[in-house]
């Protein structure tokens, strides 16, 4: 049956994603859900600095929502991937454009013919070219912005501002500004919410999007299973830094390797939002500072030092309550998997809500999603690097789901058969995560892949591989001359603003 009245207790870019697809599915399938959010303004955001995947621009356009106004009122910039510096060794960088030139490449196997000729698989990436440019994802032609290729990008943004512009243009939501005092319980789980100012809001289905206090399926035994096991660093000091007047904008997050972790930097129009992501059993907070300020070379201001447990809910949804970004899962922000996390949840809500087997459905596969990206996220710490105690410590400390995916892509490249389809029977939403476009440029950039073996497999196909070297050269050729004739980044984003 599906529900009537939907509360959502907080709001934030994942209450507020949330609310207006529920609220958009509703209105499509004739649901007549009404739809309430209950969202404290005394309850302040640490706006640090979040990326999105290219799946926020496709919710933006898909709720006919203004990109200009959007990237103008938000502050936000574009995002073509991210840029791992030290992750292989003292020096080397290598970046992971997110677009896929598999779209336009029909048969030809890129990734294959760029490993076997010992050429970056960013190459052949429009996004690739973008990026080292500075560029913007558009050329000025007759006084119009036209894009410079069919691929979505993504955003860099104060998640605080996005969350405020999101509130602004939900349309049909009732708002309540208020805080969660008590729950009320029933046959089904949740059947009202007592509020300080003593209001009961009931409703006949419930989603927890309060954060770390994880305030709803808290009341209904939520377990979290850590991920501390895994995943080697547990505190995060985050901070501000100002972006000088006219210093280009890059259009990418760096994540920056350290002696004990790593280091956010992501742009917005104004400021860049950093911090370092670090183990607490190698470093002290005053240390992890001290490091940060001799690395950037000035003192920086941290705006707290934040523990980290990294970890999911064993359940997402208990009885008829849903636990969705923070309250339902956190990993170290290297891969910007929250907000992606959210937007796909939520799909999968919107398909299975009301069926009977749709709770251990979504359980079962939010469980598969989060636990892929942390094991996504470990094979980025597969490392040459010994330089300092928590490295060597990494190194000898891989888990077994890490060196089986390791032996496994001994003999071959990662590819499309080596990943289930997810979620199983939602294939036609294309809402898979995890596949070998995330994959092969990180094990690209580490040294991972096998080039003798991506070497043997194109020689045993002569065709495939002149297809996929002439395909290969004419996207090169292509995309080089489209970043040339792109605006610059920084200069375009101001001109949005008249």
Known sequence: MRPKSIVIVGGGTAGWLAAMMLSDVSARRGWGSKVTVVESSKIGVIGVGEGSTAVFRQMLRHFKLDEAEFLRETGATIKYGIRHRDWRRLGHSYDGPIDTPQMVAGAADLDLYAVAAGRSVGEAHLFQ??????????????????????????????????????????????????????????????????????????????????????????ELGGQWLSYADVLPVNRAMPFWVDIKPGEEIAPCTLAWAQKSGWMWWIPTQGRYGAGYVYSDAHCTPDQAKAEIEGVLGYEIHPRKDIIMDAGRQRDAWIGNCVAVGLASSFLEPLEATSIHGTIVQMMMLSEWL??????????????????????FIRLHYVSERRDSPFWCDVASSHPQVVRDRLAQWRDHIPRPADFPRFPPGLEHLGLAHVQEQLYVPVMDGLGLLNRQAAQAEMAANPKARDLARATHAGLVKEYTRAAAQCLPHRAWLQSLSG
């Open 354 to 375: 009301g069926q009977g087997d749709g709770r251990e459905r979504y359980n079962a596969a939010v469980g598969t999603q989060v636990d892929d990206f942390r094991d």
């Open 129 to 218: 070219h973008l990026l080292n440019g500075n560029r913007a994802p558009v050329s000025r032609r007759e006084g119009r912005d036209v894009q410079a290729g069919p691929f979505h990008y993504a955003f860099h943004f104060d998640q605080a501002l996005v969350g405020a512009w999101l509130r602004r243009k939900a349309q049909g939501i009732t708002l309540i500004d208020d805080q969660v005092q008590g729950v009320e319980r029933g046959e089904a789980g949740i059947s009202a919410l007592v509020l300080e100012s003593g209001q009961r809001v009931e409703g006949d289905f419930f989603l927890d999007c309060t954060g770390f206090r994880r305030r709803l399926i808290g």
